[in-house]
């Protein structure tokens, strides 16, 4: 006959078994599962989920000799979500989104050391408004506004110590349109440049030499 604390031990050890039988029926009737491929070494090239169909359905992995390169999300079959591009050391380099395979959202560059150098804004895989650099300090380089993958209007660059470097607008592409000024390091400016529909820039004036005509 059992004694009271065998009952209670036997009651709970069956109870353990029930769920530990439980959680193997639903790994084993789970309607997904991971995939992996590796080369003719044995080294890992991707690794991800996929559905009872299989059809990519949640976490890709994808290496290079066993490393670690690129880290995405798929949704019945479709790239969706966050994905990760990744430095040797590890370390993000790219950080983009995904809406139903196109880039949408924040997409993100580093320096290998960890600090942010870019960031824009994607929609329907295109670039919408600014686009900012970074110096390796996380000191602002560059901001540029961006209408439909092309540099199109007012830009600002900076010098480290965070004076004014340029100052002008964009037309159409990496052109200068419109008024340009340039500044020194210590943030005077020292030049004015006027530029033509096709990014021919002539200076008009300068700090030495105040009203300028340059042939």
């Known amino acids: 006959m059992l004694s009271s604390f065998s009952k209670y031990k036997y009651k709970n050890m069956?109870?353990?078994?029930?769920?530990?039988?439980?959680?193997?029926?639903?790994?084993?009737?789970?309607?997904?599962?991971?995939?992996?491929?590796?080369?003719?070494?044995?080294?890992?090239?991707?690794?991800?989920?996929?559905?009872?169909?299989?059809?990519?359905?949640?976490?890709?992995?994808?290496y290079n000799a066993g490393t670690l390169v690129s880290k995405a999300n798929y949704s019945e079959g479709i790239q969706s979500g966050k994905r990760v591009i990744f430095y040797e050391n590890g370390k993000p380099e790219i950080e983009e989104n995904y809406v139903k395979g196109q880039l949408d959202?924040?997409?993100?560059?580093?320096?290998?050391?960890?600090?942010?150098?870019?960031?824009?804004?994607?929609?329907?895989?295109?670039?919408?408004?600014?686009?900012?650099?970074?110096y390796p300090s996380g000191q602002l380089m560059e901001d540029v506004a961006f209408i439909d993958n092309e540099e199109n209007g007012p830009f600002v660059e900076y010098w480290e110590n965070g004076n004014l470097k340029w100052q002008g607008a964009y037309l159409n592409?990496?052109?200068?349109?419109?008024?340009?000024?340039?500044?020194?390091?210590?943030?005077?400016?020292?030049?004015?440049?006027?530029?033509?529909?096709?990014?021919?820039?002539?200076?008009?004036?300068?700090?030495?030499?105040?009203?300028?005509?340059?042939?």
């Open 14 to 62: 069956k109870l353990y078994s029930i769920l530990v039988l439980m959680v193997l029926i639903g790994i084993s009737c789970s309607s997904e599962r991971f995939v992996e491929v590796k080369d003719d070494s044995g080294n890992l090239v991707e690794r991800y989920q996929v559905d009872k169909e299989g059809v990519k359905n949640g976490v890709y992995e994808y």
């Open 105 to 134: 959202g924040e997409y993100k560059v580093f320096y290998e050391t960890g600090e942010l150098k870019l960031i824009m804004l994607y929609s329907n895989n295109t670039i919408q408004g600014q686009v900012r650099k970074f």
């Open 173 to 215: 592409g990496d052109n200068e349109f419109g008024e340009l000024k340039k500044y020194n390091e210590n943030g005077d400016l020292v030049r004015k440049l006027m530029c033509d529909s096709l990014a021919v820039c002539r200076t008009f004036w300068t700090l030495e030499g105040g009203p300028y005509n340059e042939e």
